[in-house]
């Protein structure tokens, strides 16, 4: 029978970065805070997030036969800093290079492919954010880090700039006991640094007030007034309370090729990038951003914001109107 420690062996061979193995249980707490988060409204027009909350709770809802949560994490860190001066535009370091859904699914692929192959009845499947699996949980149950006041899951090793995916499956393994204390202790920082005041209490984000939200999730023709307001050059994600974390001076250089920045987007120009956006037509965005994140919010959204991030640089001009967005 394949053993925790051949599969842990062999994801750090395929470039995972931290790796745990718990048993697949009813996340009853989480679940609870889940709902309460929900009810609340905190999720904005996310709504996938209510239709996938039952699924959520436990991954025998998904995968009947599942026995084992294989959580995992892999670094993303790349050694650039975001442009300041205000000309241009800033881009979360999390889409500077390709997408990490295809990335990390791709590695939990092969993963799983050689657990199959060494125990054939092995069943399982993958998640990799866009699943019904409450990534951030599974995480800290596993021991790979603590969730963070900002949300996020910080790692003593590596701090937070850490992309998350699981496989559940139906074998019985070892499994992992050591939980990751809480190491925020009395900082504030990333409530304080937060330009909207997202983080409206410790390990509770409002994403209708996030700037990642705003311009990655939400469709509207236009961004909240509050939001334009406080972008700073913002135009795809927003990296302000990972930035000010004291733990990500424990952050180190990727080892994953992947997610090397593409040049472009490490410091775009707004004015150029709006031209640029200008001169493609749908099938000419979505072809060059295919393997990008920057394809979520589709050509329209990330024109919105580019013209916002102006806009806030501008602010005796009129509000752009919805009816000059790409179509």
């Known amino acids: 029978?394949?053993?925790?420690?051949?599969?842990?062996?062999?994801?750090?061979?395929?470039?995972?970065?931290?790796?745990?193995?718990?048993?697949?249980?009813?996340?009853?707490?989480?679940?609870?805070?889940?709902q309460e988060w929900l009810r609340a409204g905190f999720h904005g027009k996310m709504g996938y997030m209510e239709r996938t909350a039952d699924k959520r709770s436990d991954p025998r809802k998904v995968l009947p036969s599942a026995r084992s949560v294989i959580s995992t994490a892999i670094n993303y860190y790349t050694p650039y800093q975001h442009e300041q001066s205000k000309d241009f535009g800033k881009i979360s370091r999390y889409a500077w290079g390709k997408d990490y859904h295809e990335v990390l699914a791709n590695k939990l692929r092969q993963l799983l492919e050689w657990i199959k192959e060494t125990e054939p009845q092995a069943e399982g499947f993958i998640s990799v954010d866009a699943g019904p699996m409450m990534d951030k949980a599974w995480a800290v149950r596993a021991g790979l880090g603590w969730l963070g006041k900002h949300t996020n899951v910080i790692s003593?090793?590596?701090?937070?700039?850490?992309?998350?995916?699981?496989?559940?499956?139906?074998?019985?393994?070892?499994?992992?006991?050591?939980?990751?204390?809480?190491?925020?202790?009395?900082?504030?920082?990333?409530?304080?640094?937060?330009?909207?005041?997202?983080?409206?209490?410790?390990?509770?984000?409002?994403?209708r007030k996030c700037i990642s939200y705003a311009t990655i999730e939400l469709k509207d023709d236009l961004l909240p007034t509050e939001i334009t307001a406080a972008l700073?050059?913002?135009?795809?994600?927003?990296?302000?309370?990972?930035?000010?974390?004291?733990?990500?001076?424990?952050?180190?250089p990727t080892d994953e090729p992947d997610f090397a920045p593409r040049s472009?987007?490490?410091?775009?120009?707004?004015?150029?990038?709006?031209?640029?956006?200008?001169?493609?037509?749908?099938?000419?965005?979505?072809?060059?951003?295919?393997?990008?994140?920057?394809?979520?919010?589709?050509l329209k959204g990330l024109l919105r914001n580019v013209r916002a991030a102006k806009f806030n640089l501008q602010p005796q001009l009129p509000a752009p109107d919805a009816s000059s967005q790409a179509t």
């Open 232 to 252: 700073n050059g913002w135009i795809f994600g927003c990296d302000i309370c990972q930035d000010v974390c004291p733990w990500n001076r424990f952050s180190k």
């Open 264 to 298: 472009e987007l490490l410091a775009p120009v707004l004015e150029d990038f709006e031209k640029q956006l200008c001169s493609l037509s749908q099938q000419e965005f979505k072809h060059k951003y295919r393997d990008s994140p920057l394809s979520r919010p589709k």
């Open 1 to 34: 029978m394949v053993t925790s420690k051949q599969i842990k062996a062999k994801a750090y061979e395929l470039g995972i970065t931290l790796i745990g193995i718990v048993p697949a249980e009813a996340l009853t707490e989480e679940s609870e805070k889940l």
């Open 156 to 207: 003593r090793s590596h701090g937070s700039w850490l992309f998350l995916g699981e496989i559940v499956t139906n074998l019985e393994l070892e499994y992992d006991t050591q939980i990751e204390t809480d190491h925020c202790g009395k900082c504030m920082k990333c409530i304080e640094a937060c330009p909207t005041s997202a983080i409206v209490a410790p390990y509770v984000l409002d994403a």
